[in-house]
């Protein structure tokens, strides 16, 4: 760049952001705009009430928010080009809010994941949320403007969707997978005495890109209605034949979203119902067990997986994988990247930490001009109930702690296709070089590489860095 015209740059934005300053157009005067985008979004959180308003009113705040920082770069270089300092990638307990919320149990769900950093917007059109259902507690009826795939995470519960032509009831338990087409109506029981149920839910929205909400047929509790409620009783009375009396009385008996049922209705709703029963994988039927038979064992984990190539019914059409990594304690999983498949990890028990290589975020300040490949370390700790989103592409490794298995579960978005390849233990991608593109490659002789790169002789799973990081389990989705 010349300097005479730097020096221009530099004055022109140096007038924009005096004009700022004085006009206060951008009300609170040289705010940090990251600053103002979380306290918009939290004060949407607690202002809007439905789920759907606290998404809109939360991008609302981002729209505003890139309108700044648009502004703010306007003679700055390409909108590609624009970085991050934080990481966008990993979100804890705290950043589920409540959609529903009574004694009994909790939804919580993820905001819309473009809410967080626009490096997310691959998966903008999927939602995570889960389920923790209280002993005996039930989920009355309710249908939802989105496709879901559910995995069970803990305990054993019971699940009825209706379909087209058929009702369809089983048992659930740990480790089982369960697809809901959207608007198939759907209700789902505890059935344990003592034990939680704990439901990890990825919903992909088919009305609104990245919203979602649930239609109760009866009765949501408290101030929720019933969507019948919405219709004049005239028009109620003419579709169902029924006198206004009689409909104001029931729906007047609001029991809530989530109520607690007696033994006998439990018993009665989980009848003979076997999880998973008669169904091998990929067989008709909205449910799986994931936990059948490994992919890949061996002394320091086991990868499951469930693809969309193997199971049709339920994942095909939302191009969805679903896999649980289970590190044994001390080991590691990785390093290795998906060929096109974007995760959505979630811990389901013990702690470690990840740590992946991406090129999207940097630390400090503007990057320099020339074009040389780096890559950021993205590290967080990781501990039961911890999000963490691992794009396509991206070099990732897991790390459990000495002390506790490490397992992990991934609702994998882009699925079909998709090749998971190892950059370390058996095929690691270097090994599987020509002699020569090693030499050209790493400029010493192939055998320093082969030594390298060929120790290594399990897959996917290896024993931990020495002195493994020790971490503190914490309650799921706690508030
Ligand atoms: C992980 O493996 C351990 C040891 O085999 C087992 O006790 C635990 O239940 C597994 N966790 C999951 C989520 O499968
Ligand atoms: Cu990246």
Redesign the pocket.
Known sequence: MKPSLSVALLLCLALVSLVVATTGEWGVPNADPEKKLRQCQSDCDKRERGQQQKSLCRSRCRQEYEREKGEGNKHEDKEEEKEEDENPYVFESEDFTSIVKSQHGRIGALPKFTDRSWLLRGIENHLLAIIELNPQAFITPFHADADCVLFV?QGRGAITILHEDNRESFNIE??NAVRVPAGAPTYLINRDVNQKLYIIKLLRPVNLPGHAEPFHSAGGGGQDESFYEAFSWELLEAALKTDRRRLEKIFSQKQGAIVKASKEQIQSMSQGRAPGEGQAPGKAGSSFNL?TSPKISNNHG?L?EAKPEEHKQQLQDLDLAVT?A?I?RGSMLGPFYNSKATKISVV??GEGYFEMACPHVRRGNRKSEEQRASYHKVRSELKQGTVFIVPAGHPVAAVASENN?L?I?CFEVNAWDNTRYPLAGKNNVVKRLEREAKELAFGVKSTEVDQAFGNEEDEMFFPGPKGGRQGQGDLFVSE
Do not use: V
């Open positions: 995470a740990q480790g936990l086991k499951f649980l289970n044994t389901l028990e298995n397992a579960l």
